[in-house]
Structures are given as structure tokens and as C-alpha cells.
């Protein structure tokens, strides 16, 4: 059983930045590529970025390409996610899973974006 707790989300103001983190625990066995996902209430969950278990190959949603950087520490199994210029389309609850989702999903972490 996987535990994942993300942190790190709040207010912000179009155009901050916020980072994310994503703490997992318990039987996380072998390294695994890493995601992170958004829903907004009465949508479905969507991707936004990816990173490999070695941190070597990344990738992002277009909505967010250029902005977000995601990134990881393996030694802590953390991933983060640093969020620049954000828009109000970006309010959403986070949340961190393998990639493709292999574990039940965390609390996620609240990012209000007010213009």
C-alpha cells in the first residue's frame, strides 16, 4: 500500500507561482515514473506533467508547458511541482500518482488562482 500526501498548494494571485510537494510512503517498491494531475470539481481528472524514475525525461500538458517545471528527489520520495505565471484556468485540486496511476490517490492539495 502506497500513502501520498501532497502539500504546498493555496491562494495566489494570476501571475504567481506556487511549489508543490508529493511525499510517498509505504510500499513504493521500484522507483516509478511520476505525475501529477489536476481535477477541477465536476471535471474529470487531467494530466499535467511527468518525470521519470531517473528525473532524466519530463513532460507537460500544453495548458502548462513553459510554466510548470516538474521535478523529483528520490532519496525523500518526493516529487514537486514549481508553478509559475499561473492563470485562473489553473485553479484546481493537484495530485501526485505513478504514471500511468497505479495507487489510490491522496487528499491532493487546493490551488485557488484569483485574477
Known amino acids: 500500500q502506497v500513502q501520498l500526501v501532497e502539500s504546498g498548494g493555496g491562494p495566489v494571485q494570476a501571475g504567481g507561482s506556487l511549489r508543490l510537494s508529493c511525499a510517498a510512503s509505504?510500499?513504493?517498491?521500484?522507483?516509478?515514473?511520476m505525475a501529477w494531475f489536476r481535477q477541477v470539481l465536476g471535471k474529470e481528472r487531467e494530466f499535467v506533467a511527468a518525470?521519470?524514475?531517473?528525473?532524466?525525461?519530463?513532460g507537460y500538458a500544453d495548458s502548462v508547458k513553459g510554466r510548470f517545471t516538474i521535478s523529483r528527489d528520490n532519496a525523500k520520495n518526493t516529487v514537486f511541482l514549481q508553478m509559475s505565471s499561473l492563470k485562473p484556468e489553473d485553479m484546481a485540486v493537484y495530485y501526485c500518482?505513478?504514471?500511468?496511476?497505479?495507487w489510490g490517490w491522496g487528499q491532493g492539495t487546493q490551488v485557488t488562482v484569483s485574477s
Open positions: 518525470i521519470a524514475n531517473n528525473g532524466g525525461s519530463t
Open positions: 500518482n505513478s504514471f500511468p496511476a497505479n
Open positions: 509505504g510500499r513504493t517498491g521500484t522507483v516509478y515514473t
